[in-house]
């Protein structure tokens, strides 16, 4: 931060969290917060504690040295050197007060050798005296950057004895004293001169410094180790669940077997009964038939007959009355009915519940395990698709290569001969394993192959590669409508730091607010205004290292925050944002229609795109050597390299899978897939840098699995992935 700066904002240095106003004798509590005396002093009496004080900021207890004095605490001579410097920063509203005459005045002079501000009337006394003639006054209006910085940088003055600067440090007392405490109060005592001891204490305190940053590198390492072995650990749990599955199904394909043997055996005694059923049921109605018949013509007779016809002889109704006379009950094998039942093979089931498909097993191991269907860097490294490479062999070894599509896995056949590499092989696929190669017309052989995957080999076959697409689902909501700490009112941006802490522009508040990766409310800074620190509708939001980025686009300007959300400083005309590997700020600047790179200290770069690239310029990100851009207004995205040369795009306006309505923010997952937020369409497309659709997740509405605009996004260490929802808040 340059020293113009530095001053601008130096009232938030000099003033103390406890009474809020100008620091009055700063005193050092051990967990480097600073505090006036006196506002001590009234914590130490409202506690009724005389031998240790709670820190306001972190409310850490402290023990007071000596006999409970606070003035014991060491003094901060930096807030005390700013303090001098105030007043410098303060003449052309307030004027100065006069070390002499304590008169305040606007036309004043500062002593360097002094240390002391003169006003007009007492600098020809001050410059008259013999003894003052080498000193360096300069006048406030003639003040340049180095004097103010001449001003911080002067030497520390001794609290007892008035205008005597510290030389000495007394190694019995351990603390910095001037002339006259070493002739005085620490006469005898060991004592050396103050910038060896301080130089000294630097050389140890940057020695333990280099120390603490080899053993946080060293943990640092550990980490990567046990992100590796977490990642190993959920590849061979995939694996297991793989295998269990593959042996759960292949015996359940054989109870299914036997089950469909069983049907069809039923099926088939089905048939055979249905057919004797209804050949029965023919001859009934056969019989009946002929039945109905003889009742008809026996009832006609019965009526055109006389008394005296009837009582002759008659062979027809002599056979009707001794057939009526006979048995005629029902046939009794038509009240036997076919029974089917299934006797189940209880041992079998007892076996089952008894007996297990398998055991699982886990054991220590001191290196990382390597027993995987395939090694390769996890989800670490993104990668864009999967390529795999078949390794094929003839009597003779280098060239290579073709490329073959199998089942979307590129598969680069390598062929190992001597042959002139300006003739290609052609290589057949013989679907068994087994490759043929051709250098056309002739046959040099068959052979067999084997494969990686990103350059890693696979054991088994290599020709059902199949990848698993991530899934998402909603895990965690935070926030509500309103403007109180936590709650949200039209969140646009969301950037994640190497914390895990999420941080989120909101327009209708026109601040940033700070949350914990489990959505517990940190901090929050901003209101709406144009002055420094201030937004109005703040939108496009970044971590650079322990830096926040913000793009207040109704004012113009990019801000940059301290983690604590102090301001920097500004540059730019922005409205998405994003950081790329290089520490540079990427600013789509919709106005102009153009991406801009700028330096975190608001130095131009470069640009992208030039005339009609871009119709309204929404979002870029770098990922690897490419920059890819969220044109909104072309519903599409646009992807250059790192020097801005357009590559190519892919998307449109639609409602279908990899088309867009107003989309907005980008962002990459850990598997190297591109995520974007598709707002009016509410949902987030998932893509491969292709352009390739993969998936997609979230519909219209209000409960945990729907989106009301979704605008911007960004991704946890460990995967998670954070949508900003505008209209749900």
Same mark, same amino acid.
């Given at each position: ?625 490419? %920059?890819? &851009?969220? @044109?909104?207004?072309? =519903?599409?995205?646009? +992807? /250059?390299?790192?020097? #801005? !040369? *357009?590559?190519?795009? $892919? ?22 897939? %591109?995520? &974007?937020? @598709?707002?009016?369409? =509410?949902?987030?497309? +998932? /893509?491969?840098?292709? #352009? !390739? *659709?993969?998936?997609? $997740? ?24 954070? &949508? ?6």
């Amino acid at each position: 931060m340059d020293i113009k700066t530095f001053l601008d904002n130096i009232h938030e240095h000099v003033c103390c969290p406890v009474c809020m106003t100008r620091f009055t004798n700063p005193k050092q509590l051990p967990c480097l917060h600073s505090f006036c005396l006196h506002c001590l002093q009234r914590i130490q009496q409202a506690s009724r504690i005389v031998d240790s004080i709670s820190c306001p900021e972190c409310r850490r207890d402290f023990r007071i040295p000596g006999n409970g004095d606070l003035n014991a605490f060491p003094t901060n001579f930096r807030v005390n050197s700013l303090l001098d410097a105030l007043p410098v920063t303060e003449c052309n509203t307030s004027g100065i007060k006069c070390g002499n005459c304590e008169k305040t005045s606007g036309e004043s002079a500062y002593c360097f050798t002094c240390c002391s501000f003169w006003c007009g009337d007492c600098l020809p006394l001050h410059n008259g005296l013999r003894s003052n003639k080498e000193h360096h006054v300069l006048a406030l209006k003639d003040f340049r950057d180095e004097d103010f910085e001449s001003i911080l940088n002067q030497p520390t003055l001794c609290g007892k004895h008035e205008k005597k600067k510290l030389k000495f440090f007394c190694q019995e007392c351990k603390i910095a004293i001037c002339n006259a405490c070493a002739l005085t109060d620490h006469e005898g005592h060991a004592k050396i001169v103050l910038e060896d001891a301080a130089k000294e204490r630097k050389s140890i305190v940057n020695a333990a410094i280099e120390s603490k940053k080899r053993r946080a590198q060293e943990k640092m390492t550990r980490t990567a180790t046990i992100d590796e072995n977490c990642v190993s650990i959920q590849e061979q749990a995939a694996r297991v669940k793989s295998d269990v599955q593959q042996f759960a199904d292949s015996f359940i394909a054989a109870i299914e077997a036997q089950k469909n043997h069983i049907f069809d055996e039923v099926e088939n005694k089905v048939r055979e009964s249905l057919q004797l059923l209804g050949e029965q049921r023919h001859e009934i109605e056969e019989d009946v038939k002929m039945q109905e018949t003889e009742i008809e013509k026996t009832e006609m007779i019965v009526k055109r007959s006389t008394n005296a016809q009837i009582m002759q002889p008659h062979e027809f109704m002599d056979k009707i009355i001794q057939e009526e006379a006979e048995d005629h009950s029902v046939n009794s094998d038509f009240e036997h009915v076919m029974a089917f039942v299934f006797k189940g093979n209880d041992k079998l089931f007892d076996d089952l519940k008894c007996q297990h498909i398998g055991c699982f097993e886990s054991f220590i191991t001191k290196t990382i395990p390597k027993d995987s269907s395939a090694e390769g860097k996890g989800i670490r490294e993104g990668t864009v698709g999967l390529k795999a490479e078949i390794i094929v062999t003839t009597r003779n070894s280098q060239k290579e290569q073709c490329y073959q599509e199998d089942d979307g896995v590129t598969l680069e056949i390598k062929t190992r001969e001597g042959r002139d590499s300006a003739i290609k092989p052609q290589i057949q696929d013989n679907k068994d394993g087994t490759y043929k190669i051709n250098y056309f017309p002739k046959e040099i052989g068959t052979c067999q192959a084997s494969v990686k995957v990103n350059g890693e080999h696979v054991r088994g076959s290599p020709f059902g590669v199949q990848v698993k697409l991530r899934q998402f689902r909603s895990v965690l909501s935070f926030g509500q409508e309103g403007s109180d700490a936590g709650m949200l009112l039209k969140p646009w941006g969301v950037a994640v730091n190497d914390k895990d802490e999420i941080a989120v522009s909101e327009v209708g508040n026109h601040r940033v607010q700070i949350f914990a990766g489990n959505g517990t409310h940190i901090r929050s800074f901003g209101i709406k205004g144009n002055q420094q620190g201030e937004f109005d509708f703040p939108v496009g939001i970044a971590f650079h290292n322990d830096k926040i980025v913000v793009a207040d686009a109704n004012n113009n300007r990019v801000q940059v925050f301290s983690d604590e959300g102090h301001y920097l400083n500004q540059l730019g005309n922005p409205h998405g944002l994003s950081i790329d590997s290089d520490g540079n700020i990427i600013v789509a600047d919709r106005g102009n229609k153009l991406i801009k790179i700028f330096s975190l200290d608001g130095r131009f770069l470069h640009s992208i795109g030039n005339e009609g690239s871009f119709i309204f310029s929404f979002h870029c990100i770098q990922h690897d050597n490419f %920059l890819i &851009v969220s @044109d909104r207004g072309a =519903h599409c995205i646009k +992807v /250059f390299n790192r020097e #801005g !040369e *357009f590559l190519y795009k $892919f998307g449109n306006k639609g409602k279908g899978n990899g088309e867009f309505n107003n989309h907005g923010f980008l962002s990459m997952d850990r598997a190297g897939h %591109l995520l &974007v937020c @598709d707002e009016s369409n =509410h949902r987030v497309q +998932v /893509f491969k840098l292709s #352009g !390739e *659709f993969v998936t997609n $997740f979230g519909v219209c509405g209000i409960k945990a699995r729907a989106f009301n605009r979704p605008l911007s996004l960004a991704v946890l260490s460990d995967g998670k992935v954070i &949508v900003t929802e505008f209209q749900n808040n």
